[in-house]
């Protein structure tokens, strides 16, 4: 198996040197294990949480470890009786080509039902992150205003399709000319603003005339600023990402804890966050109604599939920036 493992932990922006690339030969397929081959592996922003040893919800990666990530993997031998050659499963084998493993942590994918990728993506982890975060924590009201940053992303794009569909009006905020258009003409939102534009505080006023009762948070920094400006009394805050913040070395700036505070009393706002592999009882609600939008076509997705595996730490360090365009994938071998 080829490996891409943790050299170092990053300071700040993830570099070429954080990472090594190492052979391995893989051990004897065990009884109740399977060989696999990965297809994709699933590069997400948790990733850099990670590489990191502070305090978080989830053990780092060891110095030395593969990295870990969601893949779509297929099995080339089977010694567990629930699977055969050929079968297409979702796995955690993380950053590397092959993996030999307990099928016991496995999941079925018929290819049938939606394509593989899918698994990692709207169908998935990020697709069930909007879905709680949005539906269980954000409960939109028909006619209520919905914010979503990081809109054109796996996890933004569901939220604020779930937001339109449920009938709210919906406003994204997104990096670029061309993932606003994607925002609003493919996706469908009300409106779409940038956050790299120097306006974003009144372009944002001005999508949201009454006001905003949710804002699903994904990014912090100057759109979070810019939100909080004009949530309505009982908004909601669904916190689910802090992307501007993942390579920060210190997390000073922004409004004073005090005056956050403060808002969060006389606006009586509900903020919370979750961590989405809490809430897999969700999973099966979540499968039957987003995929049954995506099968009617009300929603849609888009996927940015970069090939090979040695470009994994490159993407990776892109994504943080937002050069990705839609779930980012890394098509490890071909499917
Ligand atoms: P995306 O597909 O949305 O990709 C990340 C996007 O973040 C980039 O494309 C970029 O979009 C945006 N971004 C990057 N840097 C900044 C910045 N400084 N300011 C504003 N936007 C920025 O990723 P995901 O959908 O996978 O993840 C979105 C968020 O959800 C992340 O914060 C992630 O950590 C979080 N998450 C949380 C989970 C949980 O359990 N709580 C589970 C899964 C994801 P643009 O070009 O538009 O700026």
Known sequence: STQIRLASRPKGEPVAGDFEKVEIDLPEVGEGQVALRTIY????????????????????????????????????????????????????????????????????????????STAVGVLGMPGLTAYVGLLDIGQPKAGETVVVSAASGAVGSVVGQLARIKGARVVGVAGSPEKVAFV?????????????????????????????????????????????????????????????????TSLDGGPSRASLMRQILTDRL?????????????????VKEVGGYIRSGELKYREDIVEGLENAPETFVGLLKGRNFGKQLIRVSAD
């Open 270 to 286: 509900h903020i919370q966050g979750f961590i989405v592999t809490e809430r897999w009882d969700r999973f099966g609600s979540f």
């Open 41 to 116: 592996l699933s590069l997400d922003p948790y990733m850099r949480g990670r590489m990191s040893d502070a305090r978080s919800y989830a053990q780092p990666v060891e110095i030395g470890g593969v990295i870990t990530g969601g893949t779509v993997c297929q099995v080339v031998q089977s010694r567990a009786d629930k699977f055969k050659e050929g079968d297409f499963v979702l796995s955690m084998s993380g950053w590397q080509s092959a993996d030999v493993v307990d099928a016991k942590g496995l999941r079925k994918l018929d290819p049938a039902d939606a394509p593989i």
């Open 184 to 248: 609003k003409d493919e996706l469908g939102f009300d409106a779409c603003v940038s956050h790299r534009s120097d306006s974003l505080k009144d372009d944002l006023k001005a999508a949201c005339p009454k006001g905003v009762d949710v804002y699903f948070e994904n990014v912090g920094g100057a759109t979070l600023d810019a939100a909080l400006s004009l949530m309505n009394p009982f908004g909601r805050i669904p916190v689910c990402g802090m992307i501007s913040l993942y390579n920060a």
